[in-house]
């Protein structure tokens, strides 16, 4: 079966640095992505890992161990707009994407 | 260039009523991927399709819901005789290549079953 777990919600403060993890247990691997949800909106694209090492794009880096089912972004420089859910999806052999259940940020002044 | 484009989104229906969903993927994106998202919960996988193909439907519940992506035409999502458990967020994600690519997601369609 597939597991993906991610912490429920964190809190962190405005301009600090912020690391969300994702564990995840599947059956084939193939690609993990992180997307960004904001409150009653679409998930937005932030990152995809297929290799092992980190990845960075402007204040949002990802992470990932394969050989340790792990992953995790990194939010830099926090902005009160980051606040949002974050989602950790894995593509599989079943060639579609399996969610975590997401980790919500609440970044506070 | 639009991105993906949902329609309605926001739909209500009674129970026992039809609910039929409506995707268009970006320019040039022929894979279609539809995912449901109960309150409070996280994204569940349905359907993947490409122009008149369902490609994997393992998700999709085995009664009262169907899904197609005609060759001409948006992909719809289609659910028959809704109940109560089926309000939900429905989005639709649509790739260029196949699901090794990256999925952009549509605003949702967010369903609400009196």
């Known amino acids: 079966g597939q597991n993906i777990d991610q912490p429920t919600e964190m809190t962190a403060t405005e301009g600090a640095i912020v690391q969300i993890n994702c564990t995840y247990q599947t059956s084939g691997f193939n690609g993990l992505f992180w997307y960004q949800q904001h409150a009653g909106e679409a998930p937005t694209f932030l990152s995809y890992?297929?290799?092992?090492g980190l990845e960075e794009k402007g204040r949002f880096s990802s992470f990932l161990s394969r050989s340790k089912g792990y992953s995790y972004l990194l939010l830099k420089e926090l902005q009160m707009k980051d606040s949002a859910s974050y989602l950790c999806?894995?593509?599989?052999?079943?060639?579609?994407?399996?969610f975590g259940s997401g980790t919500r940020l609440q970044v506070q002044p | 260039n639009a991105g993906v484009m949902q329609n309605p989104r926001h739909l209500v229906r009674r129970r026992g009523q039809e609910a039929r969903l409506r995707c268009s993927p970006m320019?040039?994106?022929?894979?279609v991927y539809w995912y449901r998202q109960l309150p409070e919960e996280g994204l569940k996988f349905m359907v993947y399709?490409?122009?008149?193909?369902?490609?994997?439907e393992s998700g999709m519940p085995k009664e009262r819901f169907s899904a197609e992506f005609p060759k001409e035409g948006p992909s719809i999502l289609r659910i028959q005789q809704v109940v109560r458990g089926d309000s939900a967020a429905y989005f639709c994600?649509?790739?260029?290549?196949?699901?090794?690519?990256?999925?952009?997601f549509g605003p949702g369609t967010r369903l609400l079953v009196l």
């Open positions: 890992n297929v290799l092992d």
């Open positions: 399709l490409q122009k008149e193909n369902i490609i994997d």
């Open positions: 999806a894995v593509i599989t052999g079943r060639r579609a994407l399996t």
């Open positions: 994600a649509s790739s260029a290549g196949g699901p090794l690519e990256t999925q952009y």
């Open positions: 320019k040039g994106h022929s894979h």
